[in-house]
């Protein structure tokens, strides 16, 4: 999940996605029935993923910690335990009063069974009830994968590992990028409908990253469709004219209208995330104002 690698694989398919804004407000005269039919993203759902801050979580754990939790947050995804153990990390969550739901973690290449029952069991430690793998899509030269059968390889590995983590007790997902969405054989199949294709979902949910999906040329209200049931959470992240990252509710992304689907696609947690929250030129404490921005954004988000 290093920055560049994520950055780079920005193409030109983000130029398809200028989206539509929020419409008008209602009639004054149907204000009462306006608000009454509108819906909103619960406030206990709002999580952070912690990649936005690992540059402040570096320089002041606890503190980060403790100001995620004034901004109202009650849960956080992490990727990684900032150098702690998991016991440590977790005690850092207990003290800000702070619950990690979620965490990325990749599964091993070979898969290995040991190291991600031992992955597993300190996501139980730190207290999961997700966990999600957060990358795949370039071959070994950094390339966007074009062979279906590496897609179906790893397809079996997901299966995998989301059987071992069922039962251990955890909801295992697989979070995309834009690199699933290539054309897969130079036919018209992707590397993402091969996954979800050949992944039980009773045992790989998905973690949809709204960002990339549009990156790649994908209307997640579509996805949603596709995979009714299946999108247990998403990446609330934002997209700038400049086609790179933007707070949520800065951009051009139209979440509301995304969000008019969330009981049909099944999601359970709205995560805050930007790739680039604080680093040069922004700096470390600048994704703590990222964090704060996205949480009031989905926090008064009427839909």
Do not use: C
Request: without cysteine; glycine residues 8%.
């Amino acid at each position: 999940m290093e920055l560049l690698s994520r950055r780079n694989v920005l193409g030109a398919a983000a130029g398809a996605a200028t989206l539509a804004t929020v419409g008008a407000a209602a009639p004054a005269s149907a204000h009462e029935d306006s608000r009454a039919a509108l819906h909103r993203v619960p406030r206990e759902r709002i999580s952070v993923q912690l990649y936005t801050l690992r540059d402040q979580l570096n320089v002041d754990l606890a503190g980060s910690l403790a100001t995620l939790a004034r901004i109202g947050y009650t849960r956080i995804e992490h990727a990684g335990f900032v150098g702690r153990t998991a016991t440590q990390f977790r005690a850092a969550l207990d003290a800000a009063g702070i619950k990690a739901t979620s965490g990325h973690v990749a599964i091993p290449q070979p898969f290995d069974a040991n190291v991600w029952e031992q992955a597993l069991h300190d996501a139980n430690v730190v207290g999961n009830t997700y966990i999600v793998h957060p990358f795949f899509g370039v071959d070994a030269a950094g390339q966007p994968i074009r062979d279906g059968n590496v897609y179906r390889a790893m397809a079996r590995d997901l299966n995998r590992a989301g059987t071992l983590a069922r039962r251990a007790g955890i909801d295992f997902g697989y979070h995309n990028h834009n690199l699933e969405f290539t054309r897969q054989d130079g036919g018209s199949r992707t590397g993402y409908d091969i996954l979800t294709a050949e992944t039980d979902p009773r045992l790989v949910h998905l973690e949809v990253d709204l960002f990339w999906a549009w990156v790649g040329a994908q209307d997640p209200v579509d996805l949603i469709a596709k995979h009714r049931g299946r999108i247990r959470q998403v990446h609330v992240k934002d997209l700038n004219t400049a086609r790179s990252f933007e707070d949520a509710g800065s951009g051009l992304i139209d979440f509301g209208r995304i969000f008019q689907h969330a009981r049909e696609a099944g999601i359970a947690e709205f995560i805050i995330e930007r790739d680039d929250a604080g680093t040069p030129p922004r700096t470390p404490a600048d994704a703590l104002t990222t964090a704060r921005n996205g949480f009031q954004y989905l926090d008064t988000l009427r839909f």
